[in-house]
């Protein structure tokens, strides 16, 4: 049985559909990325496996318990870490997780034993009585995800995980979530870094405009849509135009970006290259991003926030 299966899933908010029936199924233990604009609709998915919005159509399961008939048992097997973290400033590290633990049912005691142990597990034991407002925002992160680990979930919901923190404090972050997956815990997370979906997710969902453009593990994602390898070139400033031209006769795939040319390749292939000259070539392996690049030319563009 699938730890979550959305089946023609749909999220509308009046006339947008956010979510425009999304299918896609996780494992157990597996790490299932969402990926995609601003917009795309990650966000609708979580809140909505997470019972904080309803569900507009289609159908959303939790090992295979039905989301929208049975929210109370999925709750208990779910835990959620939303965009904005929504921890009590105010109060301290531990009471935040102690809270929150009487909020899901957990006695007294097994909630202070239970803080104990995730105080633990995110080393943050000797920050216990600091209010959560004194906490830099790589320790916020870590303890909203703790907190969501307070009831023991099977899956855990993660939007957006490291997103603003440095780079020192996200690298704990993944090696926090690289520990729940050894334990056998499900992962859904969204993500923009493109290293982060690549280093944690064993499979990724590219998402635009509410729907699924494409879904695999990372080498396949880049395998079809980016090849082997990505050319990086450097124009001098006159060839640029020049170049510009060869590539489009050629029928490559490129984009500019700042003072570089991405030129991507596809089907497992490197991209094969016209004669050029000015320009400066260094191959370099293909990347998520480029992934991203290649799809742009096929509708995935940057939305305006
Ligand atoms: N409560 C709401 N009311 C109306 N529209 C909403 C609401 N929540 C989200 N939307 C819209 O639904 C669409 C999908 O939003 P969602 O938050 O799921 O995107 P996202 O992929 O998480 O984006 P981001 O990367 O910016 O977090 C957007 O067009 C957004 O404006
Ligand atoms: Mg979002």
């Given amino acids: 049985m699938a730890a979550i299966e959305a089946r023609g899933l749909i ?18 233990g597996e790490t299932y990325g969402l990926l995609g604009p601003n917009g795309a609709g990650k966000t609708s998915i979580m809140r909505m496996l997470a019972g904080l919005s309803p569900i507009s159509g289609g159908e959303l399961f939790l090992s295979g318990l039905n989301v929208a008939e049975q929210p109370r048992a999925v709750r208990t097997r779910l835990g959620v870490v939303t965009q904005a973290d929504g921890l009590d400033g105010e109060l301290s590290v531990r009471q ?11 006695s007294r ?34 303890l909203a995800i703790a907190r969501a680990l307070m009831g023991k979930p099977e899956v855990v919901v993660l939007d957006e995980p490291s997103t603003g923190l440095d780079p020192e404090s996200r690298i704990r972050v993944w090696e926090e ?36 453009l494409d879904e695999d593990t990372p080498p396949e994602l880049i395998r079809r849509h980016a090849g082997s390898a990505a050319l990086d070139l450097r124009p001098s400033g006159s060839s640029r135009a020049d170049i510009r031209d060869a ?28 004669p050029l000259e000015g320009v400066q070539v260094s191959e370099r392996a293909a990347n998520l991003e480029d992934v991203f690049l290649a799809l742009a030319g096929r509708g995935l563009q940057e939305e305006q926030p």
Avoid: W
Avoid at 248 to 273: K, S, W
């Fill in 109 to 142: 005691r097994e909630a202070r034993a239970r803080a104990d142990e995730v105080l633990g597990f995110f080393r943050l034991r000797e920050r216990g009585n600091a209010e959560v407002d004194e906490l830099s925002g790589g320790m916020r992160r870590r």
């Fill in 96 to 106: 935040n997780l102690e809270v929150f633990g009487f909020l899901i049912g957990l």
């Fill in 247 to 274: 590539l489009t006769n050629a029928g490559l795939r490129f984009r500019e970006v700042g003072a570089v040319i991405r030129v991507t390749g596809g089907n497992g292939a490197p991209p094969v290259l016209p």
């Fill in 11 to 28: 999220k509308t908010f009046g006339s947008l559909r956010a979510v425009d029936g999304v299918s896609f199924q996780v494992e157990r």
């Fill in 177 to 212: 979530l690289a520990e729940l997956k050894r334990a056998d815990v499900t992962l859904l997370m969204s993500t923009h870094y493109m290293d982060e979906a690549e280093t944690l997710c064993d499979r990724i969902a590219i998402m635009h405009s509410g729907r699924i």
